[in-house]
């Protein structure tokens, strides 16, 4: 793993008015890595997503990326610096099949921009889904027609087609069955084995424990805790998600 963390915050604090939904706290990971972020509803976990991908300013704290203090002015900023988010309502466009999703507001051009390259975004994007080891049974298919499981590793594609080094991921097996939820993980392990970093929210402990290399615990705002997966289990993790456990 590179000595420079990928991204590392520290002493991030957010309010809403009288409600405070983080409190200094201190996150980082490094590449290549797979880290949970888990605690329970109101934890806190949703707000500080949300501040590393540029949907919300922190209040308080420094965001750094490989080492660099940095300062977003919204959504677009962090995506040039290779962060990208994929939210549980995936933001795909039903309508439209894999490849449109994949380009969607970064078509490629030919004629001096004038027409789209149909063949050349269809040739890089089979290649693409090939290299993340992503099966799908037509990527002319509309994504309305495929299921959950096809369906979010089209929303990873997409993520994962301009160059990022980090994927946040926001639930990414939250209703799926037990095959589908295998794909997703898949795509992860293949993510982290090409030098890919990411950020996994999720509720289920199973997932986390298969995929990860360590886990963040979130509280009322705050971080309890960051353990190696292989150091601890899931019964402590879920001590700490819900107070039984105070250790950090």
């Known amino acids: 793993m590179d000595a420079v963390p990928l991204l590392s915050l520290k002493g991030i604090s957010k309010a809403f008015g009288a409600v405070v939904a983080l409190e200094g706290v201190d996150f980082?990971?490094?590449?290549?890595?797979?880290v949970a972020l888990v605690g329970d509803n109101?934890?806190?976990?949703?707000?500080?997503?949300?501040?590393?991908?540029?949907?919300?300013?922190?209040?308080?704290?420094?965001?750094?990326?490989?080492?660099?203090?940095?300062?977003?002015?919204?959504?677009?900023?962090?995506?040039?610096?290779?962060?990208?988010?994929?939210?549980?309502?995936?933001?795909l466009v039903n309508t439209f099949d894999t490849i449109q999703n994949i380009y969607?507001?970064?078509?490629?051009?030919?004629?001096?921009?004038?027409?789209?390259?149909?063949?050349?975004?269809?040739?890089?994007?089979?290649?693409?889904?090939?290299?993340?080891?992503?099966?799908?049974?037509?990527?002319?298919?509309?994504?309305?027609?495929?299921?959950?499981?096809?369906?979010?590793?089209?929303?990873?594609?997409?993520?994962?087609?301009?160059?990022?080094?980090?994927?946040?991921?926001?639930?990414?097996?939250?209703?799926?069955g037990v095959k589908e939820s295998r794909q997703v993980l898949k795509v992860v392990k293949t993510l982290r084995a090409s030098n890919v970093s990411v950020i996994l929210v999720s509720h289920n402990i199973e997932h986390v424990f298969a995929i990860t290399d360590r886990i963040t615990v979130l509280r009322h705002g705050r971080v309890v805790a960051s353990r190696q997966t292989h150091a601890t289990s899931p019964e402590e993790i879920v001590r700490l998600i819900t107070g039984a456990s105070l250790a950090q």
Do not use: C
Request: aromatic content about 4%; proline content about 5%; cysteine-free.
């Open 104 to 176: 969607l507001g970064r078509e490629i051009t030919g004629l001096g921009g004038i027409f789209l390259d149909h063949k050349r975004m269809h040739q890089e994007a089979k290649k693409h889904l090939t290299t993340l080891d992503i099966n799908l049974p037509s990527i002319r298919k509309k994504v309305r027609y495929l299921s959950g499981g096809q369906r979010q590793a089209v929303a990873i594609s997409r993520a994962t087609g301009w160059g990022a080094k980090l994927i946040i991921m926001d639930e990414p097996t939250a209703a799926l």
């Open 28 to 34: 980082e990971i490094s590449r290549p890595e797979v």
């Open 42 to 91: 109101g934890a806190g976990k949703s707000t500080l997503i949300k501040i590393i991908s540029g949907v919300l300013h922190a209040d308080s704290g420094q965001i750094r990326v490989e080492g660099l203090p940095v300062r977003y002015t919204g959504p677009e900023s962090p995506k040039l610096l290779g962060i990208e988010t994929v939210y549980q309502d995936l933001a």
